[in-house]
C-alpha cells in the first residue's frame, strides 16, 4: 500500500510519545470539563483551513458523527477526500485516481471517534496550556512511542473545539483550524459511505 503523504489532515497519523515534560498540568476538573464536552458532541461539521508544514493552504468541509464516522471534503486547491467509515480511513484523491486506506484503531482519529472520549485510556496528556480565552491539549498513545502528536485547541467562552495540530514522526506540522462549528446537528449518513468519483 502506498505510504500516506498528503493525508496531512491531522486525524490521519498516528502519535509519538513524546519525553518533553508538559509545560502546565490541567486539573481533573479541566479535563472532565473537556470530555464532557467531546462526549455530548455526537456530531460536529464545520468549515476548516489547513496549513501543513510547507505554508500550503488548503480549505474544505467537515464531517464528524460519533462513533466512528468522519468526512474531510476538501474544495481547494484540491478535490480531495478523507472518509471514516467506522472502521476504516479512506484518502481519495480523484484527479489520480488514488485511494489509500488504513483501520481507524491506527489513526489518532480514534481518539475522537471514540464512543465515549476519555484523556485516560490509552491516552496520555503531555502538554496543557491555558492562554487568554483558550486551552491546548497535547496527546499522545500511551503504547506508541515512535510516531507523532495530537493538540486539541478548545475556545473558552463559549467552549468549542476550534484547532487540532499533529507533529508526525519526521517532525512536521499541519494545523487545521475550524469555523462555523454547529455540533448535534443532523447529518445525512450517506456521506460516510465512501465513493469513488471522477474528476
Known amino acids: 500500500m502506498k505510504k500516506l503523504r498528503f493525508l496531512s489532515l491531522s486525524l490521519i497519523l498516528p502519535l509519538l510519545v513524546l519525553t518533553s515534560n508538559a509545560q502546565g498540568k490541567p486539573s481533573q476538573q479541566t479535563l472532565k470539563m473537556l470530555e464532557t464536552y467531546l462526549n455530548n458532541a455526537r456530531t460536529f461539521t464545520a468549515d476548516f483551513e489547513q496549513i501543513d508544514s ?113 507533529i508526525d514522526s519526521q517532525g512536521l506540522d499541519t494545523t487545521v483550524n475550524l469555523m462555523n462549528l454547529k455540533s448535534n446537528t443532523k447529518i445525512d449518513q450517506n456521506l460516510f459511505v465512501f465513493q469513488e468519483v471522477s474528476p
Open 54 to 166: 510547507n505554508g500550503k493552504l488548503s480549505h474544505g468541509k467537515f464531517y464528524l458523527s460519533r462513533p466512528g464516522k468522519l468526512r474531510l471534503q476538501y474544495t481547494d486547491p484540491t478535490p480531495l477526500t478523507i472518509t471514516a467509515d467506522g472502521q476504516f480511513l479512506i484518502h481519495h484523491d480523484p484527479s489520480t485516481k488514488e485511494i489509500t486506506t488504513m483501520a481507524i484503531s491506527e489513526t489518532p482519529a480514534e481518539f475522537i471517534l471514540r464512543q465515549n472520549i476519555s484523556f485516560d485510556e490509552g491516552i496520555t496528556v503531555i502538554q496543557f496550556q491555558e492562554e487568554g480565552n483558550s486551552y491546548k491539549v497535547t496527546l499522545a498513545r500511551s503504547n506508541a512511542a515512535e510516531t507523532g502528536t495530537l493538540t486539541l485547541k478548545f475556545s473558552k467562552k463559549p467552549l468549542h473545539l476550534v484547532q487540532w495540530i499533529v
